[in-house]
Each structure stands twice: as C-alpha cells, then as structure tokens.
C-alpha cells in the first residue's frame, strides 16, 4: 500500500518530501484500519455567491459546490470543490485537505494541509497553491493560522459561535480574517438544518471593498 502510495504522490513534484511522508502517513493509517471504523460524509448545493477571505470567486454569480470526505480516530481527509468565475478560462477549483485533529480536556487542536488546484487554468499540478494550518478552539471561540507555502506568507481567521453561548433556534457565527497585506474581512453566517438540508445566509464585510462579495445564500443536502 504505501509504495503505491508512493508512486502516486511522485508524479507531483509539488509535493515536498516531508509533505509526501505526512500525506502517506495518514493514508496508510485510514487503509489498515477496519471498514467498520470508518466515517464517511459529504454534501452538494450551491451557493449564490462563493466568496472566500472577502473576495468572490464567481463574480458574483452562483456557484454549485460539493464535497466528500472520510474520517477515522481524528485522523481525516476530504475534497471539496466550486465553480469558480475570474473572466478567464479556469471553470472551478478543487481542494484537497488532509489533517488530524483531537481534543486535550476543553480545548481542541487542529493541524493539516490543504492543496487548492484549478480546473482550466495553465497552472501545473505541481505548482498549484498550498497550505498548512493549524488552529485552536476553546468552548464557542476559535481560532485558525494558514501558512502559504510558496508565498511564505500568513491568514489568520477567527469565529465566534453564538450558539455555544446563548440558546438559539438557528445558528450564529461571526467571523473575521486578515492576509499579510493586513487587509481585513469580517462577517456573520446565520444558517438553519432542515431535513438534512442546510440552509444559510452570509454577509461579507472586506476592507478591500470588493464589488460583488457581500452577500451569499447557499442550500446543501449533507448525507
């Protein structure tokens, strides 16, 4: 298994060596334990706007996303991806993500790596955009650090549950971010689950000003 494995990741040479063993790691880890063990999850919809760190991603126009992951002992890789819209060739974006994450008494970590390719576009696998992250959450507040690889620069995304602090019948969040050009986004998501549908509404707030990115209404079965 895990020279299969192998194999696969050294037809990316955008894939360091250290991200190569992280990435084997985990996988090898997920395939040697029992089917039984296993927690699969997923969702499709679409949203009205896809806007990402303050931006839109699809000029302000719908988007159809999914995703599909798996999970085990913490252990847990998924894929998600959207259309996307910059007025040039590319068609949608498609990330993959890998982590761990676990809880120490009341509070919770979570480290991992994520890969942003595009469909489309003239970027090579090897040279799409990368990340690490890892972040920490403490009863409704948390909190999020993304190292761009390439770019050696930093995100830094906060949130608030409101609903792990008063009894709502929806659900709250706020949220805020700043890039390393310390440009600022911030926002609010109210979203309710109705019949293993997710129904949400969020407004986006960019210190950039960006045209087309501050509202976004999104439906998902999730299974």
């Known amino acids: 298994m895990e020279g299969d494995i ?19 790691g985990l996988i090898a880890l997920l395939a040697t334990s029992t089917a039984s063990a296993f927690e699969f999850e997923g969702s499709i919809g679409g949203v009205s706007n896809y806007v990402w760190r ?19 002992g913490g252990l847990y890789a998924n894929a998600w991806g959207s259309q996307v819209d910059y007025d040039d060739d590319t068609k949608a974006e498609v990330d993959i993500t890998a982590g761990y994450s676990n809880n120490i008494k009341k509070l919770s970590y979570d480290v991992g790596y994520i890969r ?6 003239e970027v090579d696998f090897g040279e799409d955009a990368q990340e690490i992250y890892f972040g920490l959450a403490l009863g409704p507040i948390s909190g999020t650090i993304y190292r761009d690889i390439d770019n050696d620069s930093n995100y830094y995304a906060g949130a608030l549950a409101v609903n792990e602090i008063v009894e709502l019948p929806i659900d709250i969040s706020g949220f805020v971010g700043r890039n390393a050009d310390s440009n600022m986004d911030a926002g609010v998501t109210i979203s309710k689950s109705i019949k293993g549908f997710d129904v949400g509404y969020t407004y986006t707030w960019s210190e950039e000003d960006i045209e087309d990115s501050t509202h976004s209404v999104g439906i998902f079965y999730t299974f």
């Open 116 to 121: 942003y390719s595009y469909i489309g576009d």
């Open 6 to 24: 192998r194999c696969i990741l050294d037809a990316f040479p955008g894939c360091g060596g250290k991200m190569k063993k992280v990435i084997i």
């Open 54 to 72: 303050g931006a839109t991603q699809s000029a302000g126009n719908p988007a159809i996303q999914g995703s599909i992951g798996i999970e085990h």
